[in-house]
Every structure is written in C-alpha cells, then in structure tokens.
T-cell receptor
C-alpha cells in the first residue's frame, strides 16, 4: 500500500492564525481526501482534493476556511484558516484509487491545538 | 444513503479472551465494508475489507469479520485478545458509485486488561 507522510505531525497555534498541512504520497494516486477528527470523535470528511481543479467540499466545510491544493498526483495541502479553539482536532490525509471496493490508506495525521 | 452504527462505544476484555466489536450497516446497494484500527497518536490502519466476495473475511493480527446480509451486520471478532489490541476501532462503509468516499462509524474503544 502507499506510504503517506503528513507534516507537521503536531502543532500548537495561536487563534486567528493559519496553518498549512502537507500530505505526500510515495506513488501516484487517483484520489486524495482530507478528514477531521475532533477530540474523542470519529472521522468526518472535509473534502476531496482534485488534481488540477478545485476541491469538492462536504456539507459544513467551505473553501475560505479550508483551502486545499493538489498540484499533482502525489501531493496535497490543507490550510486551516483564521483558527479558533474549535479547530483543535486531528487532520488526516488519505488516498484511494477511486473505486469503492478498494480501501483508503491514511497518514498518521496532524494533531492541531489552538490556544 | 449508506450509514454504519457501532453498537458499543467501549468494550473491555481480559487478555486471552475473545473480542467482539459490533457493527450494523445500512445500504441500498451491496456495500463495501471495512474495519480500521487507530492506536494512540497514530493514523488509521486497515484491518480487513469486505467487497462482495467471501462473507467471512480474515484480516491482519488475527481479526476477522463476517458479513451477514440478513442481519445487516459486519461484526469484528478475534479469538484471543492481546494487550497490543487496545485501540479505537472504526467500522466503515464506502459510498456507492465508485467515488471511494467513506462513511465512518462512531468508533469502539477496546480496552484489554491483564
């Protein structure tokens, strides 16, 4: 399976600032996804990162708050903008090949705390 | 629309005893189902997947799950728990249509006692 590297692994940020999280895959993948896992909660899909076009956001998530880039088939970034304490979560990148029969593979996540 | 319900938020077992983590699903189509495990401060690791082949699916670390269409269940089992099995477990259904989108259950925290 693909090896997925996320940076940073954790960070503590001040409210009102922004942080960009990077996701690098060791092979080309069709689909890249970004999830949020709030403390003690399950995973919620933020958006699907589309190569060469705008990301597809899920209900409740907007581009101004979570801008996403995907310049090629092995790399994506998620920015958490104008952060507040409510944004304290684990943010996870995952990859898939666009087939619902195939599992997604996840990075180790970015643990973000907002003061 | 697809959904999954994990029936237990916490399960506690003694080392060496069987593990049962329960999951019910809802799907209009023949679903693709997965179990993932999340150890503390780690990402998610795939344990096993069901994709309409054999109904009894074997995964890593001695885990297996049985797909029962009549009961809309996909329970995860292991004959003998090990201390290293203590983690959060997620039952997941894939959204039909080939988009590779996943819907996660709420998770079950497994504690293993000596």
């Amino acid at each position: 399976s693909a090896v997925i590297s996320q940076k940073p692994s954790r960070d503590i940020c001040q409210r009102g600032t922004s942080l960009t999280i990077q996701c690098q895959v060791d092979s080309q993948v069709t689909m890249m996804f970004w999830y949020r896992q709030q403390p003690g909660q399950s995973l919620t899909l933020i958006a699907t990162a589309n190569q060469g076009s705008e990301a597809t956001y899920e209900s409740g998530f907007v581009i101004d708050k979570f801008p996403i880039s995907r310049p090629n088939l092995t790399f994506s970034t998620l920015t958490v903008s104008n952060m507040s304490p409510e944004d304290s979560s684990i943010y996870l990148c995952s990859v898939g090949q666009g087939n619902s029969n195939q599992p997604q593979h996840f990075g180790d996540g970015t643990r973000l705390s907002i003061l | 629309a697809q959904s999954v319900t994990q029936l237990d938020s916490h399960v506690s077992v003694s080392e060496g005893t069987p593990v049962l983590l329960r999951c019910n699903y809802s799907s209009s189509y023949s679903p693709s189902l997965f179990w993932y495990v999340q150890h503390p401060n780690k990402g998610l690791q795939l344990l096993l997947k069901y994709t309409s082949a054999a109904t009894l699916v074997k995964g890593i670390n001695g885990f297996e799950a049985e797909f029962k269409k009549s009961e809309t269940s996909f329970h995860l089992t292991k004959p003998s728990a090990h201390m290293s099995d203590a983690a959060e477990y997620f039952c997941v259904v894939a959204v039909s249509g080939g988009y590779n989108k996943l819907i996660f259950g709420a998770g079950t925290r497994l504690a293993v006692h000596p």
